[in-house]
């Protein structure tokens, strides 16, 4: 036998061992380095959660997560870093997208690939509209925003200040905002945009405290600039100067401790608390923390088990039919660590509880959000909505 044949032998025999099993892969695109790398920890860390609760094969294909570091809001490095993930890799789905603007620029290539691709974060209504290949299992910032506009005004709040960082979801935190905020019979007297690169918020803060709102509405994307915007907001003393607080995800829990008790009584409005109750949460929190006992879940952890639920799912359906993987995903309902879900045929959206929130110590004495409000079933209200 030549040596040739001898491999030719024993690649056939390999095969036959393996009959129709294969290799699945999911090419993930998120921040693993840099300011954001949290963002690429959470995921890979919910995924793998996801993994070892559900098994790693479908019908006896292995499926296998791939990932690529996108850094920070960089569109150029995510659409050549989607190319490559489809062209060299041959992944059959793709995943991840932390930023707006990041997820935008690949909407071209999974419609001309028909790839689906799995939103485990980026939150401007827009995107699902850009392909339809898109399916967003995380949040919209109307979806939050919009419901904490009615929340706030039924509490008696009726002249507010809104505070975004200048790019998608910011606009769109803004717009929600003022437009349920109106709606409802408020002002929101001043509309400011702050640059994506900043990191001295006391300017912003003076400008607050010198127009006097009853509340200042913030959206900053979740990671150091909401941690130094929140830090600013105690230290300006607005609280002091009787201007309430209202966010969305800048009390979130990789930074709350860093907050310390200045944060307690903040009040956000989110569709995730790691302290929500419910058995699918502990099972999720209690595989997250045996296999990584350092871990702090978050929104963005739920948002990429989730996505790897929906990923499953699809695989399961329609195996690497994109277009079909896409046509059995719309509809799909199942109960998440957040609550019952279901992603909407139309926009291929979440829809999904809104849970008002306050910073509180827990048994323990850690600080948590505490949910205190929901509102249920909540779809993108930036595509679907009645203002
Ligand atoms: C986004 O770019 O869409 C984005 C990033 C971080 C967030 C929310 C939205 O926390």
Known sequence: MTRLMAVSALAVAGMAGTAGAEVIKVGVICPTSGPYAIYGKQFSEAVEAYQAIHGTEIDGNEIEFIYRDSGGVNPDQARSLAQELIIREGVEYLAGFTFTPNALAVAQIIDQSETPAVIFNAATSIITQESEFFVRPSFTLWQVSAPMAEWAHEQGITEVVTAV???????????????????????????????????????????????????????????????????????????????????????????????????????????????????????????????????????????????????????RAAGTDGPAAIEAVKGLEWTSPRGPVSIDPETRHITQNVYIREVAKDDEGNLINREFETIEAVPDLGLVNDY
Not at 171 to 184: L, P, V
Not at 201 to 221: C, G, I, K, N, T
């Open 165 to 315: 960082t200048d790019y998608g979801p910011g606009i769109d935190a803004e717009t929600g905002f003022k437009a349920a905020f109106e709606a409802a019979g408020g002002t929101v007297v001043d509309s400011i945009r702050m640059p994506l690169d900043t990191t001295d918020f006391a300017p912003f803060m003076q400008r607050v405290r010198d127009e006097a709102p009853d509340a200042v509405f913030a959206f900053l994307p979740a990671g150091p600039s909401t941690f130094a915007f929140v830090k600013a907001y105690n230290e300006n003393d607005l609280r002091g100067a009787g201007i309430e607080f209202l966010g969305t995800g800048e009390t979130d829990e990789t930074t709350l401790d860093s907050l310390g008790d200045a944060a307690l009584g903040l009040r956000t409005s989110y569709h995730y608390s790691p302290a929500h109750e419910s058995p699918e949460n502990e099972e999720f929190i209690g595989k997250l923390m045996e296999l990584h006992p350092d871990a702090v879940p978050n929104f963005a952890s739920v948002q990429a088990y989730d996505g790897a639920h929906v990923i499953y799912e699809m695989i």
